[in-house]
Nanobody, 128 residues
Framework: EVQLVESGGGLVQAGGSLRLSCSAS????????IGWFRQAPGKEREGIAF?????????YYGDSVQGRFTISRDNARSTAYLQMSGLKPADLAIYYC????????????????????WGQGTQVTVSS
């Protein structure tokens, strides 16, 4: 059974840090590109951080998190991470990880991928 399970969300004060984890099972994790997305209340889903797979490991970030968030992966543990620092109340959202079968492609102002698997999300709340 394929699973992506996010964890590490919670409540943090503005300016604080959190590290989210995305644990995968049921597929060859290292071959897949991983992306972190989020959806805030009343807003569209937003792609924020991306890392390629298959040994590429190039990373890309959305403008809203560039310089504050870092995506990484540990293929031996089939886990991806999102280190978040300098959190703002605007970062409040449900955060999801998704696995894409090919690398991320940038067009139309966004990164796109052939999404194969996704998780159920973890809530991040930032208090002011």
């Amino acid at each position: 059974e394929v699973q992506l399970v996010e964890s590490g969300g919670g409540l943090v004060q503005a300016g604080g840090s959190l590290r989210l984890s995305c644990s995968a099972s049921g597929f060859t994790f290292g071959r897949y590109a991983i992306g972190w997305f989020r959806q805030a209340p009343g807003k569209e889903r937003e792609g924020i951080a991306f890392i390629n797979g298959g040994g590429d490991d190039n990373t890309y970030y959305g403008d809203s998190v560039q310089g504050r968030f870092t995506i990484s992966r540990d293929n031996a543990r089939s886990t991806a991470y999102l280190q978040m620092s300098g959190l703002k109340p605007a970062d409040l959202a449900i955060y999801y990880c998704e696995a894409a079968s090919a690398g991320w492609v940038y067009f139309g102002g966004k990164y796109h991928g052939d999404i194969a698997y996704w998780g159920q999300g973890t809530q991040v709340t930032v208090s002011s």
